[in-house]
Protein backbone atom coordinates (compact mmCIF):
# COMPACT_ATOMS: atom_id res chain seq x y z
CA UNK A 1 0.00 0.00 0.00
CA UNK A 2 3.17 2.40 0.96
CA UNK A 3 4.39 1.46 -2.46
CA UNK A 4 1.90 2.19 -4.64
CA UNK A 5 0.34 5.64 -2.40
CA UNK A 6 2.47 7.71 -0.66
CA UNK A 7 6.11 6.68 -2.01
CA UNK A 8 4.26 8.23 -5.34
CA UNK A 9 4.54 11.79 -3.75
CA UNK A 10 8.46 12.21 -3.99
CA UNK A 11 9.04 11.40 -7.42
CA UNK A 12 5.90 13.28 -8.46
CA UNK A 13 7.28 16.12 -6.35
CA UNK A 14 10.63 15.89 -7.84
CA UNK A 15 8.40 15.87 -11.20
CA UNK A 16 6.52 19.18 -10.51
CA UNK A 17 9.77 21.14 -9.46
CA UNK A 18 11.99 20.06 -12.71
CA UNK A 19 9.61 20.00 -15.35
CA UNK A 20 9.87 23.45 -17.08
CA UNK A 21 13.09 22.14 -18.42
CA UNK A 22 11.76 18.62 -19.31
CA UNK A 23 11.65 17.85 -23.18
CA UNK A 24 8.09 17.66 -24.10
CA UNK A 25 8.26 15.16 -26.64
CA UNK A 26 10.24 12.46 -24.56
CA UNK A 27 8.14 13.15 -21.79
CA UNK A 28 4.77 12.22 -23.71
CA UNK A 29 6.59 9.32 -24.98
CA UNK A 30 7.63 8.01 -21.28
CA UNK A 31 3.60 8.14 -20.30
CA UNK A 32 2.35 6.93 -23.73
CA UNK A 33 4.62 3.96 -22.72
CA UNK A 34 4.08 3.63 -19.03
CA UNK A 35 -0.15 3.84 -19.67
CA UNK A 36 0.63 0.45 -21.87
CA UNK A 37 2.71 -1.26 -20.11
CA UNK A 38 0.48 -0.29 -17.06
CA UNK A 39 -2.68 -1.89 -19.11
CA UNK A 40 -1.51 -4.70 -21.48
CA UNK A 41 0.86 -5.84 -18.35
CA UNK A 42 -2.58 -5.89 -16.12
CA UNK A 43 -4.99 -8.11 -18.09
CA UNK A 44 -3.72 -11.51 -17.18
CA UNK A 45 -2.82 -11.14 -13.38
CA UNK A 46 -4.59 -12.99 -11.10
CA UNK A 47 -2.93 -11.75 -7.98
CA UNK A 48 -4.39 -8.46 -6.57
CA UNK A 49 -1.34 -6.71 -5.50
CA UNK A 50 0.29 -7.26 -9.56
CA UNK A 51 -3.03 -5.76 -10.69
CA UNK A 52 -2.61 -2.63 -8.48
CA UNK A 53 0.90 -2.32 -9.50
CA UNK A 54 0.10 -2.17 -12.81
CA UNK A 55 -2.41 -0.14 -11.94
CA UNK A 56 -0.07 2.31 -10.63
CA UNK A 57 2.43 2.05 -13.62
CA UNK A 58 -0.74 3.33 -15.95
CA UNK A 59 -2.04 6.26 -13.48
CA UNK A 60 1.81 7.46 -13.05
CA UNK A 61 1.63 7.64 -16.93
CA UNK A 62 -1.42 9.87 -16.91
CA UNK A 63 0.21 12.24 -13.99
CA UNK A 64 3.11 12.55 -16.00
CA UNK A 65 1.64 13.48 -19.68
CA UNK A 66 0.00 16.79 -18.37
CA UNK A 67 2.76 17.78 -16.22
CA UNK A 68 4.24 20.28 -18.48
CA UNK A 69 0.70 21.50 -19.70
CA UNK A 70 -1.43 21.73 -16.42
CA UNK A 71 1.10 20.61 -13.16
CA UNK A 72 -2.23 20.90 -11.25
CA UNK A 73 -4.04 18.27 -12.91
CA UNK A 74 -0.96 15.79 -12.14
CA UNK A 75 -1.49 16.85 -8.17
CA UNK A 76 -5.32 16.26 -8.88
CA UNK A 77 -5.05 12.85 -10.32
CA UNK A 78 -2.45 12.04 -7.48
CA UNK A 79 -4.76 12.44 -4.37
CA UNK A 80 -7.51 11.14 -6.12
CA UNK A 81 -5.70 7.87 -7.04
CA UNK A 82 -4.14 7.97 -3.47
CA UNK A 83 -8.01 7.85 -1.84
CA UNK A 84 -9.38 5.22 -3.92
CA UNK A 85 -5.87 2.97 -3.73
CA UNK A 86 -5.97 3.42 0.07
CA UNK A 87 -10.01 2.43 0.19
CA UNK A 88 -9.15 -0.91 -2.03
CA UNK A 89 -6.42 -2.05 0.21
CA UNK A 90 -8.43 -1.23 3.48
CA UNK A 91 -10.88 -3.51 2.07
CA UNK A 92 -8.83 -6.22 0.75
CA UNK A 93 -7.29 -6.34 4.43
CA UNK A 94 -10.11 -6.74 5.94
CA UNK A 95 -11.10 -9.65 4.40
CA UNK A 96 -7.80 -11.39 3.78
CA UNK A 97 -8.11 -11.40 -0.58
CA UNK A 98 -4.88 -11.30 -2.48
CA UNK A 99 -6.22 -13.07 -5.41
CA UNK A 100 -9.29 -12.55 -8.19
CA UNK A 101 -10.41 -16.03 -7.08
CA UNK A 102 -10.98 -15.00 -3.52
CA UNK A 103 -13.04 -12.32 -4.08
CA UNK A 104 -15.99 -14.87 -5.13
CA UNK A 105 -16.98 -15.40 -2.00
CA UNK A 106 -16.70 -11.56 -0.68
CA UNK A 107 -20.37 -11.68 -1.46
CA UNK A 108 -21.48 -14.11 1.28
CA UNK A 109 -19.10 -12.39 4.25
CA UNK A 110 -19.81 -8.83 3.50
CA UNK A 111 -22.76 -7.03 0.78
CA UNK A 112 -21.87 -3.45 1.46
CA UNK A 113 -17.74 -4.29 1.47
CA UNK A 114 -18.22 -5.32 -2.18
CA UNK A 115 -20.65 -2.76 -3.49
CA UNK A 116 -18.05 -0.46 -1.76
CA UNK A 117 -15.03 -2.67 -3.72
CA UNK A 118 -16.96 -2.28 -7.11
CA UNK A 119 -17.94 1.62 -7.05
CA UNK A 120 -14.08 2.34 -5.74
CA UNK A 121 -12.82 0.12 -9.18
CA UNK A 122 -15.15 1.71 -11.15
CA UNK A 123 -13.67 5.16 -10.15
CA UNK A 124 -10.59 4.16 -10.51
CA UNK A 125 -11.11 3.04 -14.13
CA UNK A 126 -12.46 6.04 -14.83
CA UNK A 127 -16.29 6.07 -15.75
CA UNK A 128 -18.75 8.76 -15.10
CA UNK A 129 -20.13 9.96 -12.89
CA UNK A 130 -17.63 9.05 -10.44
CA UNK A 131 -14.45 11.21 -9.03
CA UNK A 132 -12.10 8.94 -11.20
CA UNK A 133 -13.60 10.50 -14.59
CA UNK A 134 -12.90 13.92 -13.33
CA UNK A 135 -8.97 13.56 -14.13
CA UNK A 136 -9.10 11.99 -16.98
CA UNK A 137 -11.62 13.73 -18.98
CA UNK A 138 -9.86 17.12 -17.89
CA UNK A 139 -6.49 15.52 -18.60
CA UNK A 140 -7.76 14.73 -21.85
CA UNK A 141 -9.52 18.21 -22.59
CA UNK A 142 -5.87 20.08 -22.16
CA UNK A 143 -4.20 17.41 -24.42
CA UNK A 144 -6.42 17.83 -27.22
CA UNK A 145 -6.79 21.95 -26.44
CA UNK A 146 -2.73 21.54 -27.47
CA UNK A 147 -3.53 19.31 -30.36
CA UNK A 148 -1.49 16.23 -28.66
CA UNK A 149 -5.24 14.27 -30.30
CA UNK A 150 -2.85 11.32 -30.83
CA UNK A 151 -1.36 11.56 -27.46
CA UNK A 152 -5.20 11.71 -26.02
CA UNK A 153 -6.16 8.87 -28.25
CA UNK A 154 -3.49 6.26 -26.75
CA UNK A 155 -4.22 7.55 -23.39
CA UNK A 156 -8.05 6.46 -23.70
CA UNK A 157 -7.15 3.12 -25.30
CA UNK A 158 -5.29 2.36 -22.71
CA UNK A 159 -7.42 3.29 -19.76
CA UNK A 160 -9.98 0.73 -21.50
CA UNK A 161 -7.23 -1.59 -20.82
CA UNK A 162 -6.93 -0.56 -17.37
CA UNK A 163 -11.05 -0.73 -17.13
CA UNK A 164 -10.87 -4.22 -18.60
CA UNK A 165 -9.21 -5.68 -15.80
CA UNK A 166 -11.24 -3.70 -12.85
CA UNK A 167 -14.29 -5.29 -14.72
CA UNK A 168 -12.57 -8.54 -14.22
CA UNK A 169 -12.43 -7.81 -10.57
CA UNK A 170 -16.02 -6.74 -10.26
CA UNK A 171 -17.18 -9.32 -12.47
CA UNK A 172 -15.89 -12.00 -9.66
CA UNK A 173 -16.98 -10.70 -6.51
CA UNK A 174 -20.36 -9.68 -7.57
CA UNK A 175 -21.81 -11.94 -10.08
CA UNK A 176 -20.13 -15.87 -9.97
CA UNK A 177 -18.46 -17.99 -7.66
CA UNK A 178 -15.39 -20.16 -8.64
CA UNK A 179 -15.97 -23.84 -8.57
CA UNK A 180 -15.95 -25.30 -5.11
CA UNK A 181 -15.87 -28.67 -3.33
CA UNK A 182 -17.37 -27.48 -0.42
CA UNK A 183 -20.68 -29.07 -0.48
CA UNK A 184 -21.35 -27.26 2.81
CA UNK A 185 -24.25 -24.29 2.75
CA UNK A 186 -23.47 -20.96 2.68
CA UNK A 187 -23.27 -18.50 6.67
CA UNK A 188 -25.38 -15.56 5.08
CA UNK A 189 -22.89 -12.14 6.92
CA UNK A 190 -21.13 -14.63 8.62
CA UNK A 191 -18.32 -13.51 10.48
CA UNK A 192 -18.60 -10.27 8.54
CA UNK A 193 -15.99 -7.65 8.77
CA UNK A 194 -16.00 -4.45 9.97
CA UNK A 195 -14.92 -1.56 8.08
CA UNK A 196 -12.71 1.12 9.43
CA UNK A 197 -13.63 5.07 9.44
CA UNK A 198 -11.57 5.56 6.64
CA UNK A 199 -13.43 3.31 4.09
CA UNK A 200 -16.58 5.30 4.03
CA UNK A 201 -14.90 9.07 3.81
CA UNK A 202 -12.18 7.61 1.08
CA UNK A 203 -15.13 5.93 -0.59
CA UNK A 204 -16.93 9.09 -0.86
CA UNK A 205 -13.73 11.13 -2.27
CA UNK A 206 -12.95 8.57 -4.74
CA UNK A 207 -16.74 8.37 -5.60
CA UNK A 208 -18.73 11.72 -5.35
CA UNK A 209 -16.60 14.37 -6.50
CA UNK A 210 -17.61 14.94 -9.94
CA UNK A 211 -20.07 17.68 -9.69
CA UNK A 212 -16.97 19.76 -8.18
CA UNK A 213 -15.80 19.77 -11.49
CA UNK A 214 -16.46 23.44 -12.38
CA UNK A 215 -14.69 24.07 -8.97
CA UNK A 216 -11.81 22.51 -10.08
CA UNK A 217 -11.20 23.75 -13.47
CA UNK A 218 -11.55 27.43 -12.44
CA UNK A 219 -8.71 26.85 -10.06
CA UNK A 220 -6.45 25.08 -12.53
Same mark, same amino acid.
Given at each position: ????????????????????? &????? &??????????LGG?? @?????????????? /????? @?????????????????????????????????????? %?????????? %???????????????? @? @???? &?????????????????????????????????????????????????????? /? %??????SSP %??????? /???????? &????????????
Amino acid at each position: MILLTWQKIAPTSILYQISPS &LNMNL &LILLAVSSTLLGGWG @GLNQTHLRKILAYS /SIAHM @GWMTVIVLINPSLTILNLLIYIAATLAIFLCLNLTSTT %KINALSNLWN %KSAPMTITLMIILLSL @G @GLPP &LTGFMPKWLILQELIIYNNITTAMLLAFSALLNLFFYMRIIYTSTLTMFPSNNS /S %KFQWFHSSP %KPTSLIP /SMTIISAM &LLPLSPLVINLT
